[in-house]
T-cell receptor, first 112, second 112 residues
Framework: LAKTTQPISMDSYEGQEVNITCSHNNIATNDYITWYQQFPSQGPRFIIQGYKTKVTNEVASLFIPADRKSSTLSLPRVSLSDTAVYYC?????????????FGDGTTLTVKP | EAQVTQNPRYLITVTGKKLTVTCSQNMNHEYMSWYRQDPGLGLRQIYYSMNVEVTDKGDVPEGYKVSRKEKRNFPLILESPSPNQTSLYFCATKGVQGTEAFFGQGTRLTVV
């Protein structure tokens, strides 16, 4: 499994756009990039997944450059309730989909 | 409603007393996993299962057992718990080619 590297923590203010970058230099051809959000004492919750270029859903966008060695989760106009830990995962959706390695995550703190 | 149900939610036990944490899902997912989460260490995968009767070790399997006799259930067994297994445990499920994993509510285990 490709190792991922994220900033340990980030601070932001309400209403700002937040971009969290994940580095995954050893990403394999079959790997997808998935982001999860976790609040204290709760299980992680899926945010978004992508393979290349840009993916957007109702809560976030995911930007993946052509070499796929990094990805950026973009959260538009954050609020206090977006304070959480964000994890980037890289993994196969096929035969190895069962094995998952979460990195240390990025603790995002949104201030009023 | 899609659910991943763990029981118990909280458990305090003594060293050496065998215990089982149950995990049940109603989404007919093939993949199921167990994770433990400790302060400063993120989520670490203990065991995972690709389907009935197919299980494999994750990153931290020592001291744990699992079984997958039915598709919906994936119990985590601690034959002889020790204090270093005090942790927050999460069960997760995912379908074949599934985009996202669904996590249970967590089980907070304390071994004294």
């Amino acid at each position: 499994l490709a190792k991922t590297t994220q900033p340990i923590s980030m601070d932001s203010y309400e209403g700002q756009e937040v971009n969290i970058t994940c580095s995954h230099n050893n990403i394999a051809t079959n790997d997808y990039i998935t982001w999860y959000q976790q609040f204290p004492s709760q299980g992680p919750r899926f945010i978004i997944q992508g393979y290349k270029t840009k993916v957007t859903n109702e809560v976030a966008s995911l930007f993946i450059p052509a070499d796929r060695k990094s990805s950026t989760l973009s959260l538009p106009r954050v609020s206090l309730s977006d304070t959480a830990v964000y994890y980037c995962l890289v993994g196969d959706r096929g035969t190895n989909a069962g094995k998952s390695t979460f990195g240390d995550g990025t603790t995002l703190t949104v201030k009023p | 409603e899609a659910q991943v149900t763990q029981n118990p939610r909280y458990l305090i036990t003594v060293t050496g007393k065998k215990l089982t944490v149950t995990c049940s899902q109603n989404m007919n997912h093939e993949y199921m996993s167990w994770y433990r989460q400790d302060p400063g260490l993120g989520l670490r995968q203990i065991y995972y299962s690709m389907n009935v009767e197919v299980t494999d070790k994750g990153d931290v399997p020592e001291g744990y057992k699992v079984s997958r006799k039915e598709k919906r259930n994936f119990p985590l067994i601690l034959e002889s718990p020790s204090p270093n297994q005090t942790s927050l445990y999460f069960c997760a499920t995912k379908g074949v080619q599934g985009t996202e994993a669904f996590f249970g509510q967590g089980t907070r285990l304390t071994v004294v």
